[in-house]
C-alpha cells in the first residue's frame, strides 16, 4: 500500500506563505495527475489545483494568482506553494496522484490556518 505523506502547514498571517510537500514512502509509477484538495470545516473538500504528467496545470478560482502547484513525476512529490494567503485558505490540504490502472493515493492531510 503506497502512503503519501504531507507536510509544510501550520498557522501563518493573511498576506503570508507556505509551501505544502507530499511525497510518497515508495516510488509511484506512470502518475497521470498530481493534485491538491481541501476541506474546510463544514464544507465539501474541494480541488484546489491540479498537474498533469505533461506539466498542464489547472486552479481553481479562489487560488489563481497566489497558490502555484508543482510535481516531480519521477520523485512521486507533489508541491503547492501558497502565496498572499487569505483566512479563507484555512482548510485540511490533502494531496493526491492518480496513476495508470485507475490507482488512486490520498496522503492523510496537512492543517493550514490562516489568521487575520
Known amino acids: 500500500q503506497v502512503q503519501l505523506v504531507e507536510s509544510g502547514g501550520g498557522l501563518v498571517q493573511a498576506g503570508g506563505s507556505l509551501r505544502l510537500s507530499c511525497a510518497a514512502y515508495?516510488?509511484?509509477?506512470?502518475?497521470?495527475?498530481m493534485a491538491w484538495y481541501r476541506q474546510a470545516p463544514g464544507k465539501q473538500r474541494e480541488l484546489v489545483a491540479h498537474?498533469?504528467?505533461?506539466?498542464?496545470?489547472h486552479y481553481a478560482d479562489s487560488v489563481k494568482g497566489r497558490f502555484t502547484i508543482s510535481g516531480d513525476n519521477a520523485e512521486s512529490t507533489v508541491y503547492l506553494q501558497m502565496n498572499s494567503l487569505k483566512p479563507e485558505d484555512t482548510a485540511v490540504y490533502y494531496c493526491?496522484?492518480?496513476?495508470?490502472?485507475?490507482?488512486?493515493?490520498w496522503g492523510q492531510g496537512t492543517q493550514v490556518t490562516v489568521s487575520t
Open positions: 498537474v498533469s504528467s505533461g506539466g498542464v496545470t
Open positions: 493526491n496522484i492518480k496513476a495508470q490502472m485507475a490507482l488512486d493515493y
Open positions: 515508495t516510488p509511484i509509477f506512470n502518475i497521470n495527475y
